[in-house]
């Protein structure tokens, strides 16, 4: 029997979650979920985790699972997400992943290699850069050493970064270069379902997304963590903006601006990562879902 792994892909807010459901139910197989904004249990309105009525529709797997004071690696998922499909496929020879950001697809999908040890004093200095309010500087210096990482990891997120441009400035070579050298073998055939929408009405979904978190308390949820902002699951898109509001440093308009300008971005670099992979099957994102499992069912081999 061949093992399936149903990945649907595509930009925040495109609408992966509701099309990952409904080829759940029609596959009637499990989910896992491969968005790491959403592991973590003090983060739900902010992440956008699905709605109770969506995580009862269908079982979810790594939706809420662990806490921001744990420790947790996209190494570490890779493991527990291999672990949990080698169960599912047990009892179906089809599971769904839906997507969140290349780097934690790809870990499913294809396996990391080993990354060299690097002089800690690199990396010292780069937290300085970051203290001193030098983000854009990395930024530009990662697109100009590495553009495939610019462009596949949460550049916002300083401690991505930091872990990017240390590898590069190590070893002289790109981060990107140890991904992968080799694909890892799997157990299952990857089905690519990508997700996409003209670029206008990709702003216009994130925006409208930011207003709906906000009415639904992000703010509130913010302060809550603000305590611990420092912590690396906090470094993200939505929380970063308004601890920076919190501290005085900008308005609550302000803030809210930003959230939405920064999503648009990593929106934006999403779609430029995944149009390099050739092995994807494209559907606008009003396509009905029935003509994307009829596509998918085309690609089965019942043995």
């Known amino acids: 029997m061949i093992n399936y792994l149903l990945t649907v892909i595509g930009p925040t807010a495109i609408g992966k979650t509701a099309l990952s459901i409904k080829l759940a139910q029609h596959f009637k197989t499990e989910i896992i979920s491969c968005d790491s904004r959403q592991f973590f249990k003090e983060m739900s309105i902010g992440t956008a985790v699905p709605s ?33 499909l080698d169960e599912l496929f047990l009892k179906n020879n089809i599971v769904v992943m839906v997507g969140g950001s290349g780097l934690y697809t790809n870990a ?22 970051i203290e001193n309010g030098e983000l854009k500087i990395l930024q530009n210096q990662l697109k100009e050493l590495d553009p495939e990482s610019y462009n596949s990891i949460e550049i ?27 694909k890892t073998k799997r157990n299952f055939i990857p089905i690519k379902i990508g997700l996409t929408a003209k670029r206008e009405t990709m702003y216009r979904r994130i925006n409208r997304r930011v207003d709906l978190i906000l009415q639904e308390g ?12 420092e912590l690396n699951a906090l470094q993200t898109v939505g929380y970063r903006e308004l601890f920076d509001y919190f501290d005085g440093k900008c308005t609550l308009e302000f803030a809210i601006e930003e959230i939405k300008k920064n999503t648009r971005r990593f929106a934006k670099r999403q779609v430029t990562w995944n149009k390099k992979d050739e092995s994807i099957l494209w559907f606008d994102f009003e396509t009905n879902p029935s003509e994307i499992i009829k596509k998918i069912e085309t690609q089965i081999h019942l043995d």
């Open 52 to 84: 109770a009525e969506e995580l009862a529709a269908t079982p979810h797997h790594f939706i809420q699972n662990i806490s921001i004071f744990e420790p947790y690696s996209v190494g570490q998922f890779e493991k527990d997400a291999l672990k949990k």
């Open 108 to 129: 499913v999908l294809e396996g990391f290699d080993d990354f060299p040890e690097i002089d800690p004093e690199i990396r010292e200095k780069l937290n300085k850069q």
């Open 156 to 182: 916002e997120n300083p401690h991505r970064l930091i872990r990017a441009l240390e590898i590069c400035i190590g070893t002289g070579k790109p981060y990107s270069s140890f991904k992968n050298k080799d």
């Open 218 to 229: 992000l703010l509130e949820e913010a302060k809550k963590l603000y305590p611990h902002k």
